[in-house]
């Protein structure tokens, strides 16, 4: 019992990173600093996802989903649970190339805004009352 509720707490985990990836720009709009975290974040899951690794958090939930008793799964946490979300059938490869276009224009964006946002609080704590 003890090692499915480790298994699915992996599993919530990895998928709150994935989310974390994915939308933690918009978080950093809200409190700057989680910035600081999301960019290495934002780092590691394309170095993942362009170099076709296998994030650590995937055969540490197969083995403890093993230990359990239950079936593991081959391949990755984003091929066996969210690929038929984010690459359903008929997608193409230029539209893949599209959507990665979005996300990186779309972090950009996000950015830009952080740092304006970042020095216009500056430049209100150097102007004089």
Same mark, same amino acid.
């Given at each position: 019992?003890?090692?499915?509720?480790?298994?699915?707490?992996v599993l919530?985990?990895?998928?709150?990173?994935?989310?974390?990836?994915?939308?933690?720009?918009?978080?950093?709009?809200?409190?700057?600093?989680?910035?600081?975290?999301?960019?290495?974040? &934002?780092?590691? *899951?394309?170095? +993942? !996802?362009?170099?076709? @690794?296998?994030?650590?958090?995937?055969?540490?939930?197969?083995?403890? $989903?093993?230990?359990?008793?239950?079936?593991?799964?081959?391949?990755?946490?984003?091929?066996?649970?969210?690929?038929a979300v984010?690459?359903?059938?008929?997608?193409?490869?230029?539209?893949?190339?599209?959507?990665?276009?979005? &996300?990186?224009? *779309?972090?950009? +964006? !996000?950015?830009?805004? @952080?740092?304006?946002?970042?020095?216009?609080?500056?430049?209100?704590? $150097?102007?004089?009352?």
């Open positions: 019992m003890i090692y499915r509720l480790l298994a699915d707490a919530v985990l990895h998928g709150l990173f994935v989310a974390f990836v994915v939308f933690g720009g918009l978080l950093a709009l809200w409190r700057w600093r989680l910035a600081y975290l999301h960019l290495p974040a &934002l780092a590691w *899951g394309a170095m +993942v !996802i362009g170099m076709g @690794w296998i994030c650590p958090l995937t055969p540490l939930e197969v083995s403890l $989903r093993q230990q359990a008793g239950q079936e593991g799964y081959g391949g990755g946490f984003i091929e066996h649970y969210i690929l984010i690459y359903p059938d008929g997608l193409t490869r230029n539209i893949q190339m599209v959507l990665a276009a979005l &996300l990186v224009v *779309g972090n950009v +964006v !996000i950015y830009t805004l @952080w740092l304006r946002r970042r020095r216009a609080a500056r430049a209100l704590q $150097r102007t004089p009352a």
